[in-house]
C-alpha cells in the first residue's frame, strides 16, 4: 500500500482503519500491518473517539486577540474559568455562577475567542424550593437570548432556613457546558503553564 496515501487518508483525512480497510478492499490486520511499517502512529482510543464525534474537524476555532479589548476579553475568560469553572470534568468546560453578567462575559468569551457556537452550549440550573423553576429558567433565557431546548433537567435543593441567599441566588446558580474535551485541555494547560510573577 502507498505511504504518502495512507498517510493523507489517516492523518490529513482522519479517516479510521476500518474505513481504510474498506476503501481498499482489504482486512484491517493489513492496514495495521502497513502502518507498522511506514512508522504510522496510531491514534488513542480518546482521539479516535474525538474524531468520530467531530467529523467535521474542532467545533472550536481560535481568534488571536488583535485589539485590546480582545486581549481583554481573552485574560477575563481564562481568569473566570480559572476562578469559577469545574476543573474536574475531563470532557466539558463548566462554568457555574449566579452573576449574568459573568455569565454574559465568559459566553462572550467562547464565542468571540473560541468561535463557539452558541447554540452548542448547553445549560444547567440549581435553585433552592421556594423559588419557580419555569420562572427561574425564564430569567436566564431572556437575559442570555437563549432557548429552552439548551436546558438539562432543572435541579432543585430543599431550602434551610432564612438568610440572604436569597439576594445572591434569586434565579438560582446557572453552569454553562461545553462539551469538547480538546478545548478543555487546552484550557487546563493555560491554566497550568500561566507564568506566575
Known sequence: MNERILR?????????????????????????????KY?????????????KKNPNGDPFKFKIPKTRTGLILFGLGIG??????????????????????LIKAYMSFLEKIYSVDKHKL?????????????????????????????????????????????????YGVLTVYFNNSKLKKIMDGLIENFPLL
Open 122 to 170: 448547553r445549560f444547567g440550573l440549581q435553585i433552592f424550593s421556594d423559588i419557580f423553576p419555569e420562572s427561574a429558567k425564564k430569567f436566564w433565557m431572556d437575559i442570555l437570548n437563549i432557548k429552552s431546548s439548551q436546558f438539562q433537567k432543572v435541579i432543585v435543593t430543599p431550602t434551610r432556613g432564612k438568610g440572604t441567599y436569597k439576594h445572591k441566588s434569586e
Open 80 to 101: 473566570l474559568y480559572w476562578g469559577e469553572g469545574n476543573k474536574r470534568n475531563k470532557s466539558s468546560l463548566r462554568l457555574g455562577n449566579v452573576d449574568p453578567n
Open 39 to 51: 512508522g504510522i502512529s496510531k491514534r488513542s482510543i480518546s482521539e479516535a473517539v474525538y474524531i
Open 8 to 36: 493523507d487518508l489517516y492523518l490529513i483525512k482522519l479517516l479510521s482503519v476500518s474505513m481504510i480497510a474498506k476503501k481498499f478492499c482489504v482486512s484491517e490486520h493489513k492496514v495495521n500491518y502497513w502502518f507498522s
